[in-house]
C-alpha cells in the first residue's frame, strides 16, 4: 500500500547527457561510481550528502542543455520493463520509484509517497537507513558471498544474536519467507523418517502428510505454493505436491477428523497476513492442542 504524500523537487538521481537516454543511465541515489574500498573509506554521512547534492536530471538537445520531463523519463522505463523484463505478476502500478528516506518513497517526478508496504515487510528500518548503509558498505569491502561451506565471524555472530533474543535454539538462514516454508517442509519430513529409523520401522512408510488452512498464503515456489489456499496462484501449475491437504480452522478442532489419507507429518499455521485475509483468531491454546496431538 503507497499513500501519495507530497511533491518536492524533482531527485537528484537522474543522470543523462544525451537525448536518447536509457534506463541504465539513471543512477539510485545510493549508486557510486567509485569501488566498494574507496566507499568503505568515507564516512556514511559524507557518502549519503554527496548523493543528495547531484544535479538535477538533465538533456542536450542541439547543443543545449534542458532538464528531463519525468513523465517522459517514467513512461521509458516502464516501456522498456515490459520490453526486457518477464512480466511474473502481471500488469505492475504505474510508478518508477528512483529512491526513498526511511518510510517515504520518490518517484521519478519528486513526489513522496508513504511506504506501506516496506519492501513486502522486509525493510524494517526504513529506505536509506545510514546506520544499515554504512553496515552494508563495510561488509561489501570486506566479503562477497562466500557460500555455507564456510564459516564467517558476521554468520555465527547474527545467529547467535537470534537465538539469543528469540524462541528458537538454532537458525536456519533464507533468502525468504518461502525459501522458509519449502526448508520447513523438507525439516518436517525429515523428521518424521528419523522418527521411524530411530522407531525401528521402514522409513519409506514414514509420514509425509502436511495439513494448512483456509485462506493462507505461504509462497509461489512449487512446495510453499501447495499450501497456499488461494486457487488463483495454484490452478496454472498444477499438478502440485502430492501429500497435503487444506482445512477450514474454525472446525479442525471439533471434528477430529483427518483429511489426510496417512500420518502427518507437519502443518503449517499463519497467523498474520498481509498478503491474504488471513482466518487467524485462535489463542496460543491451539498450538498447545496442536502439541498434545503430537
Known sequence: MLMNMHTRPAPSTLLTSSSDFKSSEILSTLSFRKSPRALHSRPV???W????RRPRPCKVVNGTSSEVDTEDLAAKIIEEEEKYLLQNYGARIPLVFTHGEGSTLYDANGRGYLD?????AVNAL??????WVEA???AAGKLCHVSNLYHTVP?????KRLVEHS???????CNSGTEANEGAIKFARRHARTKAEAAGQDPENAATELVSFTRCFHGRSMGALTLTANSKYKDPFKPLLPGTCRRHLHRLPPSGSPCFLGALSGM?????SGMTASEWDKPHEFYESRDDAE
Open 45 to 47: 554521512f559524507q557518502i
Open 268 to 272: 503449517t499455521v499463519r497467523g498474520v
Open 155 to 159: 554468520h555465527v555472530g547474527l545467529a
Open 126 to 131: 526504513g529506505h536509506s537507513d545510514a546506520a
Open 116 to 120: 506501506f508496504a516496506a519492501g513486502i
Open 49 to 52: 550528502n554527496a548523493a543528495k
Open 167 to 173: 524462541f528458537a535454539q538454532r537458525v536456519f538462514f
Open 136 to 138: 552494508v558498505v563495510e
